[in-house]
Nanobody, 122 residues
Framework: QVQLAESGGGLVQPGGSLRLSCAAS????????MAWFRQTPGKEREFVSG???????HYGDFVKGRFTISRDNAKSTLFLQMNTLKPEDTAVYYC????????????????WGQGTQVTVSS
């Protein structure tokens, strides 16, 4: 049974930091492309960042050096370090897995977590 469980979301002030985690099980994590997406009410899921099984990384244009994606294949865990957070980063953040090369198209991902809420507000 495939499971992706996000954690680490919460309320943070503008300029603050959060580290999201995604614990994976039920599939060969070390062979899958992993990614983070985010979604706000009424909008489509937006690509945040992706990482190949070998560690190549990709970021959405809005990230501008503020976020860092990483993975621990030994622990089947995906991370997203988010720094210099802005109110517009407020969203539900989802991790996703894909048996293939990375893409920004959410419909191409095979598995999804339930999401974790990130709220950036003073």
């Amino acid at each position: 049974q495939v499971q992706l469980a996000e954690s680490g979301g919460g309320l943070v002030q503008p300029g603050g930091s959060l580290r999201l985690s995604c614990a994976a099980s039920g599939f060969p994590f070390n062979k899958y492309t992993m990614a983070w997406f985010r979604q706000t009410p009424g909008k489509e899921r937006e690509f945040v960042s992706g990482i190949s099984w070998s560690g190549n990384t990709h970021y959405g244009d809005f990230v501008k050096g503020r976020f860092t994606i990483s993975r621990d294949n030994a622990k089947s865990t995906l991370f997203l370090q988010m720094n210099t957070l802005k109110p517009e980063d407020t969203a539900v953040y989802y991790c996703a897995a894909r048996d293939g090369v990375w893409t920004t198209d959410a419909s191409q991902y095979d598995f999804w977590g339930q999401g974790t809420q990130v709220t950036v507000s003073s």
